[in-house]
């Protein structure tokens, strides 16, 4: 019997736990690796739920940097919710902006995401500057300053 996506994607979280306090580095795509956040409206409306207080509740948005195709997140996640429940939360909230602004009712991500929770020894300040730099790695900008859809807690 063939393993269908979402199958194959609940297999995998099986097991995994959410450790309150941990730091985690998200990495989620958008559905076909469509390039959504080129328009610049609805990158706005994505980066906008990515450090809003009543979507991230106890959790810690340390850094983020939102790419055409994909986002990546440094959170630090509370006591409150499980890391899945926030990282839906926030894809379904930035979906949902970004869909009004391209004009499609269709989710903007796709099912899954990925994680890692970071051990004690490494650098946070370090995964946050990797972050940041992929627009620069990507070849978008010549600064970081240049590029309007990233952030990080220790500017």
């Known amino acids: 019997m063939p393993i269908l ?5 609940r297999a ?10 941990t730091a985690y ?6 559905r076909g690796r469509q390039p959504v956040f080129s328009h610049f409206a609805a990158g706005c409306a ?10 991230l509740r106890d959790s810690h948005m340390l850094a983020w940097v939102l790419m055409p195709d994909h986002a990546h997140w440094l959170i630090q996640l509370g006591e409150v919710d499980s890391l899945a429940a926030l990282v839906n939360r926030l894809k379904s909230s930035s979906s949902r ?4 602004c391209v004009g499609s009712e269709r989710g903007v991500w796709v099912t899954g995401f990925h994680d890692h929770g970071l051990r004690g020894e490494e650098d946070l300040q370090g995964v946050a500057r990797y972050i940041v730099a992929n627009p620069l790695r990507a070849g ?8 309007p859809f990233w952030n990080a807690v220790w500017l």
């Open 97 to 100: 902006l970004t869909g009004k």
């Open 46 to 55: 994505a980066a906008r739920c990515f450090e809003t207080p009543t979507l």
């Open 140 to 147: 978008l900008v010549r600064r970081i300053g240049d590029y």
């Open 25 to 30: 580095l998200i990495t989620t795509i958008t």
């Open 12 to 21: 995998l979280r099986r097991g995994r736990a959410s450790c309150p306090g």
């Open 5 to 9: 996506p979402n199958q194959g994607y």
